[in-house]
């Protein structure tokens, strides 16, 4: 008996991806509480039918399990792979070898990919361009090229007559549960962290995306990692604000302390700033993760950096955190420096030299020695009443 869940998400499409509910970290980088899912879908048109996506490595027997639910493997003609990672395309060469007819559709850039990541010989791929159609008999595909977002071969597939958009990882949230959208009550905060953590150093070419799916009519999106959303609108106007850098009256502030005496300087600078009625998010970077950092960067205007001094540059964690910001390019537009060092400093210089170059202006800077006396205390709350009044100065 085949009691596999395969529903179907709009006429003659349906869900054939699996849930990966026990992984716990992707590319050994991003904490995933929640799982993930690896989303595959399978449309049945009159003439063709057609895989949008993969699985990941290790799924294959159950995704395959699916997809015989429905139709027999060897009656598939396309498979598409909108993006060339694993997660998505790991299973390409599993379904070439069960259907040696079946044709890969990807981009221009995609096509190398293909053959070195998955040894898919040249002669069954088809490439697509931009724009490019292709009739499945009642139902239409359309190709959308969308670099970088997350490589440089990635397009969306759109479905014309059903308007279901598969943008494989834009849109995606990184959570194993729910189907649907309307089925996970914080499916923004989670979305919000998959953005932080994937798409924020893209967002010129998100904003490029997002331009081009406006003359499209989008009922459904239906990504490659997290629930569909069978309401588009609450997940592209999100992504407005994201790809577009909108920030709110809010500063992020991630430390680390090592006796004391940074912590010392942190907690004034939050208590100050919310006071002020700056919206505060606060990170201990010993026990923080890295995505709910990452989420909270995509919409913060500020950044504080408590980084006390280790052997004449910050600690390696603040080291870590500055990296992760010089990387993921957040739209923060002012940063504050907080450190205390015990015989001898650097840390601040070090900052200076990691974050130089980004459009963050050092709204100010603080590095004492030993723990903070009444007056560096006093200091700290002038800093963080500047900042406060930069933040919401800031348009
Ligand atoms: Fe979900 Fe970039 O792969």
């Not at 003439?47 to 429905?70: M, S």
């Not at 070419?205 to 990504?223: D, F, T, V």
């Not at 950044?303 to 992760?324: E, F, K």
């Amino acid at each position: 008996m085949n009691w596999r869940n395969t529903p179907k998400i709009s006429d003659n499409v349906y869900w054939v991806g699996v849930k990966d509910w026990n992984r716990r970290i992707f590319d050994s980088l991003i904490p995933l509480p929640n799982g993930t899912s690896y989303n595959s879908y399978l449309i049945l048109g009159t003439e063709k039918k057609v895989l949008i996506d993969t699985v990941n490595p290790g799924f294959e027997r159950e995704w395959e399990e699916k997809i015989r639910k429905i139709v027999d493997l060897g009656d598939i003609d396309y498979v598409v792979m909108n993006h060339a990672e694993p997660d998505h395309a790991g299973a390409i060469p599993y379904i070439m070898k069960l259907n040696q007819k079946a044709k890969l559709i990807t981009s221009q850039r995609g096509t190398k990919m293909a053959q070195t990541f998955f040894k898919v010989p040249e002669n069954r791929i088809m490439v697509v361009q931009d724009q490019q159609t292709l009739s499945l008999g009642d139902k239409t595909l359309r190709f959308i090229e969308a670099p970088m977002l997350h490589w440089p071969e990635t397009m969306f597939t759109y479905l014309e007559e059903d308007g279901v958009l598969f943008p494989c990882d834009f849109f995606g949230a990184h959570i194993a549960y729910g189907l649907h959208d309307n089925e996970v009550e914080d499916l923004l905060v989670h979305a919000q962290r998959y953005f932080g953590e994937i798409m924020m150093p893209f967002r010129v070419m998100g904003q490029k995306a997002m331009e081009k799916l406006e003359s499209l009519k989008i009922n459904i999106i239906a990504p490659s990692h997290g629930p569909i959303h069978k309401n588009p609108n609450r997940i592209l106007n999100a992504y407005k604000k994201w790809v577009y850098g909108e920030t709110r009256e809010k500063a992020t502030i991630v430390y680390v302390t090592m006796w004391g005496s940074t912590e010392k300087m942190v907690k004034p600078m939050v208590d100050v700033l919310a006071s002020e009625g700056i919206e505060v998010s606060l990170h201990n970077l010993v026990v923080a993760d890295v995505g709910d950092i990452a989420k909270d960067l995509v919409d913060s205007k500020a950044i504080v950096l408590g980084a006390p001094t280790v052997l004449g540059g910050m600690h390696p964690l603040a080291v870590y955190a500055s990296y992760l910001v010089k990387v993921l390019r957040p739209p923060l537009k002012f940063g504050v420096v907080l450190s205390s060092y015990g015989w001898g400093g650097g840390a601040v210089k070090h900052v200076e030299e990691l974050l130089g170059g980004l459009k963050i202006e050092i709204a100010g800077a603080l590095e004492i020695n030993g723990p903070p006396t009444e007056s560096d205390i006093g200091q700290v709350v002038e800093l963080g009443k500047a900042l406060a009044k930069k933040i919401k100065e800031e348009r």
